[in-house]
């Protein structure tokens, strides 16, 4: 499904990735780990289409298409989702609105019919049972005032209407408390399926309690120093990451 | 910059009015002063402060001439309207500045309100239903910065009259409409009409109102409207004010309120500019006595090369009361704002809570604002803040909406609706809500007057 090879990408003149490799299938589920800095939030970025990244050398191909040629509202269409690390407030733009006008573009691509109020209601009542969130908080300014963890499950009761084929996720587990980490994990464990991939970028390995990743890949210096199964998680949590530098420099030298 | 003098078409008009449609005398005396005024100072000119960074030498050098009858269908002046219907409102209507009676509806108001054309109140009423003891006593028709209020009081031919008696509540609201319009079939003549309507509202104590003035025009060729008003809130009086501007593209609009508050009167108005190539709107509210309540709101949107100008003046005279002041702005190609907002706080209005907004949207490189709060304090227990904020759309949250598959522009729009709506949303009256937004949707769309997707 996602094919990525040899991504370079700078922010301004600061070499970020240093040729990432990553290969997602559909079904599979990829935790990316690694400490700070190491170029995890801007695999995100990249892949979602955030503009102030350049991509200097490599490639990615989505189902078949180049994906670094998409405006982020294509990618968006095409079944990419990104959970935003630091989601967005946007005051006077309602939930309701955002998400409904959201989805209907996406349908609109797919060649299906678009929703109206009612049916866009229905539609999401139960995916707002899934994750816990109140009917109150759809009338509300898209994250306007939120807490953290209404913001992180707001993320992912997006992504539970709007069905992505990648679900990518940015820290998603950062900041949250126990109750909020159980509720973000049960949406995405329910959205799980042979269809849809998800990546999850995490720092702790704690998320992956919940969410059991089929891979895992630690970054350090913007490239993939290490993959293996859920185990390496708790090796990792084991060990820390002075462990992966360590690795890191035997590479390198 | 070169003082410019009254030019002889005013000096026609002038000469014209008084021989035709003067008025009683006091009104004939004060328009012979206000013409004096206006011929002493001429137009302003950059060089006064209050008129800085709006230069009206277009308007200088354009030759006005009164606009004429014309008639309107029913179904040509509802396009006009503030909500795109009638609404079943108390409506009065002046085309080209002349009453329509026939397009106008204030037969059948409650006892104790009188909705009327000015004019004819003054011509056939024995003593003018009290005008003549109110009129031209707000506004400021002295100062070289108040050339155009002079030149209103002089020229004025007709306007509104209307008198809210005590303890009377008015359901609906007041609609007026004045509205421009070609007023010559032949082509080739390119003549200018100016009007100079006069609008006078006076709420006697525990009264209640609601006022919607709507400006429209639709001609290309250049026109002035240079209104006056001044209201007058009695005691404890209510009043929530509209005014729209809707002015044709090559249309100037310069516009002076006055406001009058007495103790405890409760005054809203908002302000809503979409419209016209120079706006300026001018708004002096004297908070003249104890315990009143007065916010004024503004939005304006300015493509092109328009500029559009606020000037509001707060004066507290008296202690106890509060004002709360938000003005949003959205300019796009190289259009042009200014924002001046005065408050003054005299020695004597002690816990005066005043409150002062100003922020602007800037959506192209070319757009500017000029933006100034100016306070002026001389008592010394109130609490009087003021903010003024000129931003671009956040990148963040436009990233973020198209991240969810809204389209470039799509994000755009989304984002300079939200911009407005804490505005909109302050709008009682949901009719014009609703008809605003509309508005306001088809001006970012590009499907009104002017598209604002012409820049990077």
Redesign the interface.
């Known amino acids: 499904m996602l094919e990525v090879s040899n991504l370079h990408a700078t922010v301004g003149n600061k070499q970020i990735l240093n040729g990432i490799n990553l290969s997602v299938k559909a079904g599979e589920v990829h935790a990316i780990m690694g400490p700070n800095g190491s170029g995890k939030s801007t695999l995100a970025s990249v892949l979602?289409?955030?503009?102030e990244f350049d991509v200097t050398e490599g490639s990615v191909v989505f189902q078949g298409q180049d994906l670094l040629e998409m405006?982020?509202?294509e990618?968006?269409?095409e079944g990419i989702?990104?959970a935003?690390q630091y989601?967005?407030e946007?005051?006077?733009?309602n939930n309701a609105?955002?998400?409904k006008?959201?989805?209907n573009?996406?349908r609109k691509?797919r060649g299906e019919a678009e929703l109206d109020a009612m049916d866009f209601m229905t539609f999401v009542k139960e995916r707002m049972n899934i994750l816990e969130i109140d009917q109150s908080l759809m009338n509300r300014?898209v994250n306007e005032g939120f807490s953290g963890g209404e913001k992180k499950r707001n993320e992912i009761f997006?992504m539970a209407v709007?069905e992505p084929k990648l679900a990518i996720m940015d820290e998603t587990d950062s900041g949250l408390d126990i109750d909020a980490l159980r509720i973000v994990s049960n949406g995405v464990n329910a959205m799980r399926n042979a269809e849809r991939a998800t990546v999850v970028v995490t720092h702790y390995q704690r998320l992956l309690n919940y969410i059991v990743p089929d891979f895992v890949h630690v970054l350090s210096g913007g490239r993939i120093v290490k993959s293996g199964d859920k185990e390496l998680a708790l090796e990792l949590e084991d060990k820390g990451y002075s462990w992966i530098e360590g690795v890191t420099e035997s590479v390198g030298s | 910059m070169t003082q410019l003098v009254a030019s002889p078409p005013y000096t026609n008009a002038f000469e014209q009015i008084q021989r035709d449609h003067a008025g009683p005398a006091t009104i004939a005396d004060l328009r012979r002063v206000a013409f004096d005024q206006f011929s002493k100072h001429g137009l302003p000119t950059t060089t006064s402060e209050e008129w800085r960074f709006t230069n009206v030498r277009p308007i200088a050098d354009t030759t006005f001439v009164p606009a004429q009858a014309v008639k309107l269908t029913n179904e040509e002046l509802v396009q006009y309207s503030a909500t795109g219907s009638l609404d079943g409102w108390p409506t009065i209507v002046f085309v080209n500045g002349h009453y329509d009676a026939a397009l106008s509806s204030v037969a059948e108001l409650p006892d104790g309100v009188v909705v009327e054309s000015l004019a004819n109140v003054l011509d056939s009423s024995p003593d003018s239903m009290g005008i003549e003891q109110c009129l031209g006593k707000g506004a400021d028709i002295h100062s070289d910065s108040a050339a155009f209020a002079a030149l209103n009081t002089a020229l004025f031919r007709d306007g509104v009259f209307v008198r809210v008696a005590a303890n009377v509540v008015v359901d609906s609201p007041i609609q007026m409409l004045f509205i421009t319009t070609s007023q010559s079939t032949d082509p080739d003549a390119m003549e200018s009409p100016m009007t100079h309507p006069r609008i006078l509202i006076v709420a006697e104590e525990n009264s209640q109102l609601r006022l919607v003035e709507t400006y429209a025009g639709e001609t290309n060729t250049a026109y002035l409207t240079n209104v006056v008003t001044e209201v007058v809130a009695g005691e404890n009086a209510a009043i929530d004010h509209y005014k729209l501007v809707r002015e044709a593209s090559a249309a100037y609009h310069i516009g002076h309120m006055h406001l009058r508050l007495l103790q405890r009167a409760n005054l809203s108005s908002h302000a809503i500019t979409l419209g016209g190539n120079i706006v300026r709107n001018d708004i002096l509210a004297v908070l003249d006595g104890e315990g009143v309540s007065c916010t004024l709101n503004g939005l304006y949107i300015a493509n092109g090369q328009r500029l559009v100008d606020n000037h509001t003046t707060i004066r507290h005279a008296k202690p106890h009361c509060e004002s709360h002041e938000l003005y949003k702005g959205i300019l796009g190609d190289q259009a042009h704002a200014v924002f001046n907002g005065k408050i003054v706080v005299e020695i004597d209005a002690q816990k005066t809570d005043a409150k002062q907004t100003n922020k602007a949207l800037l959506l192209s490189e070319d757009a500017q604002i000029n933006t100034k709060p100016e306070l002026e304090i001389f008592a010394d227990d109130v609490k009087c803040t003021h903010g003024a904020t000129v931003g671009q759309l956040d990148s963040e949250a436009m990233f973020y909406l198209r991240s969810r598959g809204l389209g470039l522009e799509q994000a755009r729009s989304v984002l300079i609706h939200a911009f407005a709506s804490d505005l909109l949303n302050r709008i009682g009256i949901p009719s014009i809500r609703a008809g605003l937004d509309e508005l306001l949707l088809a001006q970012l769309s590009g499907s009104g007057e002017g598209g604002f997707y012409e820049f990077g």
């Open positions: 979602a289409g955030r503009e405006e982020p509202e990618r968006a269409r989702f990104l935003f989601p967005v946007i005051p006077g733009v609105y955002l998400l006008a959201a989805l573009e996406i691509h300014p997006q709007l």
